[in-house]
């Protein structure tokens, strides 16, 4: 186990240079921006005076180590800056809208790995079959098709041709229900979304489970529940899918990164209150504390879900942190 | 430059083919995906080059009744404001075309450079190479993008240089896990034995055995990039000044209701492109890479 510890103190070591990458990026792109960074602060709206005031509490007058530390220390207590739009502090602007996002990246998350799951022993049980060989075409047409197209599409057909879903937002704005009925209509419009979001990465997990299934098919421990009369269901679902599930759960970091990125563009199509929304009108107004402020809590997300699906294979799989250090 | 290589190679390990495949176009050509990638991509290159030539009209021209659907003259329709809509999806090539060579140029030259240093340098420098590939790699690219979009400005060059500088890590792995088995290889050891310096034999032994695995896995960066590149433009963060299908499909979000044809060609022509760049890399890779 003690190259367990080591492996650990290794990610753990990584992930501080990371962070620190992140938040040193963002830092220089005010500094780098182009005109004064008061203005990159505070927006171009503002008098002389404001901007005087924005320079003293940034201390943009001061060296430029010194307001790295102080912008640090504010990131470390949790100040992300004031949104000078709605005057309002970044961090609970951002929180306010995190739920709706949850909702959605963390029903594709689940919804993708089982749906990807399922596809893939379907793929592998039925390998060089017309199943398999149709279920590899959509996922390599999947791979290549823009998440917006794919949401157009959807709209075209499901929302606007035959009224099927709802084409805007996550409630109905005509009425307030409360208790199931709520929930109902919140699920149904989360349904398209979801399945949109869910696509792409379904067809990844798929991808991806599938030539582990395949390989894993041929083991002897397979052969061996086979030989012992097990239904196939059973050898396919209770032995043949543990191993292979682990480089799925080692990708969930990446797999966040590339959810998030298509939670913001469909969230844009399908005007979802969440953080995605916040983050296109916030652009579009060049309100850059709470762009940076999205882009820093994204990042962090991110690395934060790579060190913990890091330590957790580790605890899932032994052999993870031996193998590792030999090299 | 390869001569050398086979030869070597071919002396002692005569198994192991090196060098360059001589009927690697050939082979490419019998695999069916390899026939519609190849093919996909050369429509997509002329229609880039040659927009200006065969487009029917300029791609800001104002010509067409607005929100007119296809017809014979506008095959593709027209927009809000009397584009047409074929027209500029043409044009809209060259943006896609320039980021993929601006983004393909840099990956291939950092990544190598990375990926060959790290695999035959020493241990410390391998792990500080390999951390800066890690956190390169960890940084969300759409997100940053976003973020030098909206603070700089948005410029289609500047979008190009930033992915082509944010997508190499993936590129740099193969080569360095490459060049650690290549390394280790008779005809290395024999061009180290006979006094060839460590830069010749990365350059001259080491690069072209690399090579033909980096077009391999570059198809996939590229094609990865250009639909970070179209979600950008999707989002209305593209350059003004130039055309582009993911601009056009964001422009097109207004008018879902009322025109059909403006969401879905852009987007086919994004779809289309990145699936032939996806099927020529994995033919090439089908070719280059022997499976087991």
């Known amino acids: 186990m003690r190259g367990g510890f080591r492996y650990a103190a290794r990610r753990l070591g990584f992930a501080i240079p990371t962070t620190a990458a992140v938040v040193t990026i963002s830092f220089a792109l005010i500094h780098l921006a182009p005109g004064d960074p008061a203005v990159a602060l505070a927006g171009d709206g503002g008098d002389a005076e404001y901007y005087a005031v924005t320079r003293a509490r940034f201390g943009l007058d001061r060296p430029l180590l010194a307001q790295y530390v102080s912008y640090v220390g504010r990131l470390l207590r949790g100040d992300l800056g004031t949104s000078y739009l709605q005057g309002r502090p970044v961090r609970s602007l951002i929180a306010e809208r995190i739920p709706a996002t949850l909702l959605l990246t963390g029903s594709a998350l689940v919804i993708s790995t089982i749906v990807g799951a399922l596809v893939a022993v379907y793929a592998a049980s039925r390998r060089g079959r017309l199943g398999d060989v149709t279920v590899n075409t959509i996922s390599v047409l999947l791979f290549a098709t823009p998440a917006f197209w794919i949401g157009q599409i959807a709209i075209l057909w499901f929302a606007l041709r035959f009224g099927l879903f709802p084409v805007q937002g996550m409630t109905d704005a005509r009425e307030v229900r409360t208790g199931l009925a709520a929930f109902l209509d919140v699920a149904h419009h989360l349904v398209l979304p979801v399945t949109i979001l869910a696509a792409q990465e379904v067809a990844s997990v798929a991808r991806l489970l599938r030539s582990g299934l395949i390989d894993e098919l041929e083991s002897a421990h397979i052969i061996m529940a086979r030989s012992k009369g097990l239904r196939e269901r059973q050898v396919l679902f209770r032995h043949a899918l543990k191993r292979p599930m682990l480089p799925v759960f080692a990708v969930i970091g990446g797999r966040l990164g590339q959810l998030l990125s298509g939670t913001v563009i469909v969230e844009i199509l399908f005007g979802w209150p969440g953080v995605g929304r916040l983050l296109l009108s916030a652009m579009q107004n060049r309100d850059i504390p709470i762009v940076l402020g999205v882009f820093l809590m994204i990042s962090l997300t991110v690395v934060a879900a790579n060190l913990l699906i890091d330590l957790l294979s580790m605890w899932l799989d032994p052999r993870i942190g031996q193998t590792r250090l030999k090299r | ?292």
């Open chain 2, 1 to 292: 430059m390869t001569g050398t290589v086979s030869k070597v190679g071919s002396v002692i390990e005569p198994s192991i083919p090196l060098g360059r495949e001589p009927r690697a176009m050939m082979r490419l050509l019998k695999k069916p995906t390899g026939v519609v990638g190849l093919l996909g991509c050369a429509v997509a290159l002329g229609v880039g080059i040659g927009a200006p030539y065969v487009s029917p009209y300029k791609a800001f021209a104002i010509v067409a009744p607005p929100l007119s659907p296809p017809n014979s003259t506008f095959r593709m329709g027209s927009d809000a404001l009397g584009h047409d809509l074929f027209s500029q999806v043409l044009h809209g090539a060259r943006s896609s075309l320039m980021v993929l060579g601006i983004v393909a140029t840099l990956v291939l030259l950092i990544g190598t450079t990375v990926g060959l240093l790290a695999g035959s340098a020493r241990r410390w420098i391998d792990d500080l190479l390999m951390r800066v590939t890690e956190i390169v790699q960890i940084v969300p690219r759409f997100f940053l993008a976003l973020v030098v979009s909206s603070i700089f400005g948005a410029g289609l060059t500047r979008l190009a240089l930033l992915l082509g500088f944010t997508s190499w890590p993936t590129l740099a792995r193969i080569v360095r896990a490459e060049t650690q088995s290549l390394i280790e290889r008779d005809f290395v050891l024999a061009a180290r034995a006979s006094g060839a310096t460590r830069l010749r034999v990365l350059r001259r032994e080491i690069l072209p055995n690399v090579v033909p695995t980096t077009f391999a896995y570059l198809g996939l960066v590229v094609a990865q990039a250009l639909l970070i590149e179209a979600g950008i433009g999707f989002l209305g963060l593209g350059d003004p000044n130039t055309v582009s299908w993911g601009q056009l499909a964001g422009d097109a979000q207004r008018y879902l209701r009322v025109a059909w044809w403006l969401p879905v060609f852009p987007g086919a022509c994004i779809a289309l492109t990145v699936l032939s760049l996806n099927l020529l890399a994995d033919a090439v890779a089908d070719i280059v890479i022997r499976r087991t």
